[in-house]
Structures are given as structure tokens and as C-alpha cells.
């Protein structure tokens, strides 16, 4: 089959690999139907995060199911389905508190790989969730939205309590930051306060629910959200970055009682223990529960009520792969979909 392997920096080559096989009874190989390259999958090929030799690429993926192993017994050969990007066993106690990417058999997808035509999903039944059909070819990106920046967008809006009333400020604008402007709007977000430099984004933050732009960064993009708040600073707060500017502006930017969300994988991020402590803000996140979003995801999908599938803005066929992470690299595209056949 064919696969993505990053062998260095800049260095992606879509190759000859082998076919997965069941290797625990609760594992299922599934034909990748559509797979993307993520944000974090940057963050090694810029050379911030290091690579300890070639490293199968892919985390999320939508796919059909081709077989299990004897001790799955929820999803079935011929399924369609659609899978988180951390596998879990959703039975553990903390699946059970809704912290499925902290399950304690969680297998991280990226040490996968599922940028290829096939993959094996561990605990196929705890990660896997049927669709109640193929899929329309329109729903795909959607779908496959659904299994990573869709539910990390959705648990950022949710850690940072948006709702009804609140006014949400979004720092970072990649697929993750616009999908939490869709997932702050689901929830009833009154205003709703985008940090972006770029008119693409700008135009489609707008499209998901956005009432305000905000280019300025730092200091002067603090200033601005305070002053678009009668100086208090918004009520929730999307942190969906990972650097230490992106951290200090979100805190900062949230009104003393606010809350954070914050998805982004933090790089050499640190934060000010006196400088918490004074703000009064709520902090929460981490890497996103999406399997616990799941299955509601799929569902306002399926019933066309939100369209996420349009982060993507470059389709690429697989063997494409290195030109969808020179794009993303470079800014041309936001989130690239890899088709598989």
C-alpha cells in the first residue's frame, strides 16, 4: 500500500509500505477513504519537534471497515466509519468522565500513521463510530473534519465554557481556531472575536459565526479585544496555537472570573504563576476528547447543520502529500485533504 513517511525536516515522500494486520484482538484494519495533514505535523517537519528516524505521518481518517479481530464487537467489515485521533478503550473510568484522549490504554494515532490507503485502528470499538451510511462525496471533508479539528475546535469552545451571552475571542486562526468560531456559534456564543492577519480566513471565521476581526497580536492584540469589551476582556477564550505568544495573549485577553481553552500542542510554553494567579481566569485543555463529541459531530454532519468540511481548501491525491505540506508550510492552503485511491 501507499503511505506518508516524514524521513526529515522538509523531507515527506509518499512510499511503498506494508499492509497493516490485526495484532490484538480489539484492533481493526480499516481502507482509508480520506486522511489529511494537520497543523502538528508541522511542527516536526519545521524541525521544532524533534524526529527519531522515518516517522509514519497521519492522525486523522475516515474509512471502511475491512476487518477486526475476534474481540470487536461493535463495528463490523463493509461499516463506514469515522475515528478519533487517539484511540481509546471508552469503558476506562477517565473515558467514562469524557476524557477519552486520556484513556489509560490510549494509543496516539500519530504513531500510527493514518496518511496512507490503510490503517490499523487499536480498540476499534471504543475509537471507531459508524455513520449511518456511505457517505455522500459532499459530507467527506466534513466527516473527516469530525475526527480531529472539528472535536478539538468543539472542546476548546466547550473548556472555555462559550455560550449563550458570552463573547468568545479565537486566537489562531488554522483550522482549529475557525472550527472553534463554528463550535462557539453551535453553542450560542453572542459575539464572537477572531485573531487573523489573513482575508481567507477572515472570510470564512465570518462564514462559522465570526461578528469581529482583530489583526493586531500581542500587547496591541490584547489592547484591542479589551477595548472591544468595555475593557474587560472576553468571557471565553480559544487558545489554539501552542507558542508562548498565542498563551500569554489568550490569558490576558479573558476578563477577570473567564475561562481558557487551550488546544494547541504548547511549544517552550510557560506561564507566569503570579500572573495567573492575579488574573482569575480559568485555564483547561489539553489534547481534545473528540471521541466524546463524536457521535454528535456525525450526526448535525449527516443532517447538513454545519458545513466544517470547508477548512479544507487544497485536495491533493496521496502521492501529492509533500506539496500539501509545502502549501500548509508556506500559508497557500489552511488544511489539505489527501484523497487515497
Not at 240 to 259: F, K, L, N, P, W
Request: glycine share 12%.
Amino acid at each position: 500500500m501507499r503511505g506518508v513517511v516524514m524521513h526529515a525536516p522538509g523531507d515527506v515522500r509518499t512510499e511503498e509500505l506494508d499492509m497493516p494486520v490485526v495484532v490484538e484482538p480489539t484492533d481493526a484494519i480499516i481502507r482509508v477513504t480520506a486522511t489529511c495533514i494537520c497543523g502538528s505535523d508541522l511542527w516536526p517537519y519545521r524541525g521544532i519537534e524533534k524526529l527519531n528516524g522515518p516517522q509514519r505521518m497521519g492522525h486523522e481518517y475516515i474509512g471502511v471497515v475491512e476487518s477486526v479481530g475476534e474481540a470487536v464487537a461493535l463495528v463490523k467489515p463493509g461499516d463506514h466509519v469515522v475515528g478519533s485521533f487517539v484511540a481509546s478503550d471508552n469503558t476506562c473510568e477517565i473515558c467514562r468522565a469524557g476524557y477519552q484522549s486520556r484513556c489509560v490504554h490510549q494509543v496516539m494515532m500519530g504513531a500510527v500513521g493514518t496518511q496512507a490507503q490503510y490503517a490499523r485502528i487499536p480498540l476499534a470499538d471504543g475509537t471507531l463510530v459508524v455513520t449511518p451510511g456511505e457517505p455522500p462525496a459532499d459530507l467527506v471533508p466534513s466527516l473527516l473534519a469530525a475526527s480531529d479539528v472539528l472535536g478539538t475546535g468543539w472542546f476548546a469552545a466547550v473548556a472555555a465554557e462559550a455560550g449563550p451571552g458570552k463573547t468568545v475571542a479565537v486566537v489562531g486562526d488554522g483550522a482549529v481556531g475557525l472550527l472553534g468560531v463554528l463550535a462557539a456559534a453551535q453553542l450560542g456564543a453572542e459575539r464572537i472575536i477572531v485573531m487573523s492577519r489573513h482575508a481567507d480566513r477572515q472570510a470564512l471565521a465570518r462564514r462559522f459565526g465570526a461578528t469581529d476581526i482583530v489583526e493586531e497580536r500581542g500587547d496591541e492584540g490584547v489592547a484591542k479585544i479589551k477595548e472591544l469589551t468595555d475593557g474587560l476582556g472576553a468571557h471565553s477564550t480559544i487558545e489554539a496555537v501552542g507558542t508562548q505568544e498565542s498563551m500569554d495573549q489568550a490569558i490576558r485577553a479573558t476578563r477577570a472570573g473567564g475561562h481558557v481553552g487551550f488546544v494547541g500542542v504548547s511549544h517552550d510554553v510557560s506561564i507566569d504563576g503570579l500572573e495567573l494567579f492575579f488574573s482569575s481566569v480559568h485555564v483547561h485543555g489539553g489534547p481534545a476528547p473528540v471521541r466524546r463529541f463524536l457521535p454528535d459531530l456525525i450526526r448535525s454532519i449527516w443532517d447538513r447543520e454545519i458545513d466544517p468540511g470547508a477548512v479544507f481548501d487544497l485536495t491533493l491525491p496521496l502521492d501529492e502529500a509533500a506539496e500539501g505540506y509545502r502549501a500548509m508550510d508556506e500559508r497557500r492552503a489552511t488544511k489539505v485533504l489527501l484523497t487515497t485511491d
